[in-house]
């Protein structure tokens, strides 16, 4: 069966620190990956998605970016984190029609 | 460019009625539609997935219909219960099988004992 790991599952980060989140995917080969933010009040947003190595596609301009290194991983980054950036992040994966979810990634940025 | 909306917010009910969650999307052209349930805390949990040419989708408790020509989407919880309590949220997806999911902003569901 698949599983989809996200960590850390908590951070707390100071404005102008860098960040890196990572999802990985077991049990499904040349999936399609997505990142996206839940802000508090606001709906779910997607920020990136992949459908393959190396292959990513921003769907808002933002101070956020993504890698997809492997086949089954996915990474947000930062460089320089912003205090709107606060949010919890989830991962998400997709072969055919059902798309599912990791546990998220609750971010707070002091 | 397709919205969803999700009515009402936000629905407390008592233990052991039925209820019914809304969807509605504005461009009928959906490739399916994705009912999930979120805890809080947590990740999304898929519940059901209609595709486009289907009316219906049943898993257990949970119905979940799809009328594309009126641009809705409905989830039917029967027989309520405590752990019901959640947040749902409606998906749909357009653009053929490639395209990405459009979420709307969730029911926030509390059925009390």
């Known amino acids: 069966s698949q599983t989809i790991h996200q960590w850390p599952a908590t951070l707390v980060q100071p404005v102008g620190s860098p960040l890196s989140l990572e999802c990985t995917v077991e049990g499904t080969s040349n999936p399609n990956l997505y990142w996206y933010r839940q802000a508090a009040g606001r709906g779910l947003q997607l920020l990136f998605y992949?459908?393959?190595?190396?292959?990513i596609s921003s769907e808002v301009p933002q101070n956020l970016s993504a890698s997809r290194p492997q086949d089954r991983q996915f990474i947000l980054s930062s460089k320089k984190l912003l205090l709107s950036d606060s949010g919890f992040y989830l991962c998400a994966w997709r072969l055919h029609y059902e798309q599912y979810f990791g546990p998220g990634t609750r971010l707070t940025v002091t | 460019k397709q919205e969803v909306t999700q009515i009402p917010a936000a629905l407390s009910v008592p233990e052991g009625e039925n209820l019914v969650l809304n969807c509605s999307f504005t461009?009928?052209?959906?490739?399916?539609l994705q009912w999930f349930r979120q805890d809080p805390g947590k990740g999304l949990t898929s519940l059901l997935l209609?595709?486009?040419?289907?009316r219906e989708q049943t898993s257990g408790r949970l119905n979940a219909s799809l009328d594309k020509s009126s641009g809705r989407s409905t989830l039917y919880i029967a027989a309520s219960q405590p752990g019901d309590s959640a947040t749902y949220l409606c998906a749909a997806r357009g653009g053929g099988s490639q395209g990405n999911l459009i979420f709307g902003k969730g029911t926030k569901l509390s059925v009390k004992p």
């Open positions: 992949s459908v393959g190595i190396g292959q």
């Open positions: 461009d009928s052209a959906i490739y399916n």
């Open positions: 209609i595709q486009s040419s289907q």
